[in-house]
Every structure is written in structure tokens, then in C-alpha cells.
């Protein structure tokens, strides 16, 4: 079994940062992808990023530029790094990920409870 678990939210100003981590805990290889969606009160769930094991990536237009997705499989760790927030940021962030759980090629999907990021004007 695994479990992911989201770490770093919190409060910042506008134009600050964060970083978001998505620790893998359990029967862990590795991660085959990582994805980060994020979800505001009243609006619906969005994809902000995307990383494959291959090293693809896929952004949400409205945060090229200012957040960058990467994978640490020594640490069994994905990261969301958020610069410049503006306050329309403002979401619960949450991340999914599809985990290698043997060399035999099994794996495992599932997402982790969230991360409230909070950014003020």
C-alpha cells in the first residue's frame, strides 16, 4: 500500500512563494507521474501540473512561468514550486500520482488529502 501526503501550504503575501511537496510513503519504486491539481471555493478542480517519469511536462496557462513540477525518486518526493503567487491562487492543492510499487511493473494511483494555499493582496 502507499500513501501520499502534501506538505507546505500556507499563507503568503502576493508575489511570494511556496513549495509544495508530495512525499510517497509505502511500497515505493518510484513515481511513474505526478500531478497537482488545486480546487477554490465555488470553483471547479483544475490541473496546474503535470510530470511524467519520462521528464514531460504540462502546465495550466495561467501558471507557466511562475510554478515548476519536478520529481526527487531518492526521496520518493514530488514538488510543486510556486513563485510569484497573485491571490487568485488561492486553492486547496492536492496531488496525484501513479507509483511503481515492484520491478515487476505493479502500480499503484491514488491522491493525497491536500494543502490549503492561501495568498493575500
Known amino acids: 500500500q502507499v500513501q501520499l501526503v502534501e506538505s507546505g501550504g500556507g499563507l503568503v503575501q502576493a508575489g511570494g512563494s511556496l513549495r509544495l511537496s508530495c512525499a510517497a510513503s509505502?511500497?515505493?519504486?518510484?513515481?511513474?507521474?505526478l500531478e497537482w491539481y488545486r480546487q477554490a471555493p465555488g470553483k471547479q478542480r483544475e490541473l496546474v501540473a503535470a510530470?511524467?517519469?519520462?521528464?514531460?511536462?504540462n502546465y495550466l496557462d495561467s501558471v507557466k512561468g511562475r510554478f515548476t513540477i519536478s520529481l526527487d525518486n531518492a526521496v520518493n518526493t514530488g514538488y510543486l514550486q510556486m513563485n510569484s503567487l497573485k491571490p487568485e491562487d488561492t486553492a486547496i492543492y492536492s496531488c496525484?500520482?501513479?507509483?511503481?510499487?515492484?520491478?515487476?511493473?505493479?502500480?499503484?494511483w491514488g491522491s493525497g488529502q491536500g494543502t490549503q494555499v492561501t495568498v493575500s493582496s
Open positions: 496525484t500520482a501513479e507509483i511503481r510499487t515492484d520491478t515487476y511493473g505493479s502500480t499503484w
Open positions: 510530470i511524467t517519469s519520462g521528464g514531460n511536462l
Open positions: 509505502g511500497s515505493v519504486l518510484s513515481f511513474n507521474d
